[in-house]
């Protein structure tokens, strides 16, 4: 395998694990009660992962970190709008950790 599908296959993989965190978040909302720190957890989750896909994308090195807004300035060094159109899914980051285990 060369470079590109190198990072084409560390960029589906990314993606696969995101979008099944999603599909965890909606199908728990889809019941009567659904327990909501899990559909959080799964949101954070689903985030983490799309913007490390971009980076590995980018070949952007990037830090073992839950943190939302640290992974969202890595990516606005790439393309500024993130930053903007996104800087309120940094509220999710609290969900990836401290309330999952609190």
Known sequence: MN????I?????KWIKKAENDLLT?????S???????????HCQQAAEKYLKAF????QIY??????????LELCA????????ELE?????TDYAVELRYA
Do not use: Q
């Open 8 to 12: 084409k296959d560390l960029v589906g």
């Open 77 to 84: 060094a790439i393309d500024p709008s993130f930053k903007d």
């Open 25 to 29: 978040a909606e199908r728990e909302l």
């Open 55 to 58: 980076l590995v994308h980018n």
């Open 62 to 71: 990037f830090p073992k970190t839950h943190r939302i807004m640290e992974l």
């Open 3 to 6: 470079r590109d599908e190198i």
């Open 88 to 92: 309120d899914a940094d509220n999710l």
């Open 31 to 41: 019941y009567e009660n659904p327990i909501t720190d899990g559909v959080c957890f």
